[in-house]
């Protein structure tokens, strides 16, 4: 077992004997920390399950400002503490003899990073995700190892990334945020457009859907026709606001603010999107400086999915099946009988 990057790169760490512990790989340990990059640099880091420290040695040595290892077992401490006198570590670092959720719980400190991996079989996991909400620095992201391959729900985190290397799967975690707003002219809604929604919801509290007004655009439904679409499609999505533009009685800015919506939401479905913008995130930052752009990559299954290729489809007569949500699809097909 190795040290895999930064200043201690290389170097051999000491190891339980035996298979009575279960020590992260060194494959693991290169993909999370290549997953995170230099965004570990001057930031914290907590391991609620040490076991040799492997894994919170690694996020020092590649610029973590400080460490934390923590395990309930005398020997793992010990064995932490051996590793790093070997390495002559002194400052920035420190091992704690105690049971992980009750030092999470009592802790005043904290932390930008926090990994936890408990022994699979103890079923401690999303307890100790959930209690370790609590010290997550606003940004933070906490990365929870499992063996099983499934989609884990906390409350007030969103499940923001998952990664496999053999055996386990990395799950990475961040606290909800309030609220985003997602604008289109969503002429009409199609199921690319549910799949962003669906992802916010998972990241924000609050989703504020804008149907836009683009005289430019000449939309094939009128306003009231795409309203009425979102309206079906979104049926029961209590945190989901639908609002028209011209509803707006205050600047678009003031409105979002008051709202605490400070993330506005693009999806991207390949480069030429991305190019595109990229463009107008550079003027709406110079618009509405407190508004953050946001993306959300389109998954395969949506990467052809669009809204123009919808009304292409439609004015050929041709169905729209598997394109627009379920629930908005008879009401679609009737509105588009009654302009033929």
Do not use: W
Request: charged fraction near 30%; hydrophobic fraction near 40%; charge should be neutral.
């Amino acid at each position: 077992m190795r040290i895999t990057g930064g200043i201690y790169g290389g170097r051999k760490l000491a190891e339980f004997e035996g298979i009575g512990v279960r020590p992260t790989s060194d494959m693991l340990k290169e993909g999370l920390f290549n997953s995170i990059g230099d965004e570990i640099v001057g930031k914290s880091f907590l391991d609620m399950f040490a076991g040799t420290g492997a894994v919170g040695i690694d996020a020092f040595s590649r610029g973590a400002s400080r460490a934390v290892l923590c395990d309930n077992s005398r020997e793992s401490v010990k064995l932490i503490q051996k590793n790093l006198a070997a390495l002559k570590i002194n400052d920035g670092m420190e091992t704690v003899f105690c049971d992980a959720i009750k030092y999470v719980s009592q802790s005043t400190e904290k932390f930008d990073y926090i990994f936890i991996d408990p022994p699979y079989a103890a079923g401690a996991g999303l307890a100790a995700v959930n209690a370790a909400s609590g010290i997550l620095n606003d940004g933070g992201t906490i990365i929870y190892e499992d063996e099983k391959d499934y989609e884990p729900e906390v409350d007030g985190l969103a499940l923001v990334k998952k990664k496999r290397y053999g055996r386990a799967h990395l799950y990475f975690f961040k606290r909800k945020r309030a609220a985003c707003v997602f604008a289109g002219t969503f002429d009409p809604v199609t199921n690319g457009h549910i799949r962003i929604i669906k992802e916010c919801l998972n990241r924000f509290e609050k989703v504020i859907v804008t149907i836009g007004e683009n005289a430019d655009k000449n939309p094939l439904f009128d306003i009231a026709e795409r309203e009425k679409f979102l309206r079906a499609a979104l049926k029961g999505e209590s945190r989901v606001k639908i609002v028209r533009y011209s509803d707006y009685t205050e600047e678009y800015y003031d409105f979002l603010i008051k709202e605490g919506a400070y993330y506005y939401v693009r999806g991207i479905r390949n480069s030429a999107d991305a190019a595109y913008e990229s463009v107008y995130e550079k003027q709406n930052l110079k618009l509405y400086p407190l508004i953050k752009t946001e993306y959300v990559k389109a998954e395969k299954e949506y990467k052809n999915v669009s809204a123009s290729e919808v009304r292409k489809r439609l004015t050929e007569g041709k169905s729209v099946k598997g394109l627009v949500p379920d629930e908005a699809f008879e009401l679609i097909t009737a509105a588009m009988r009654d302009k033929r």
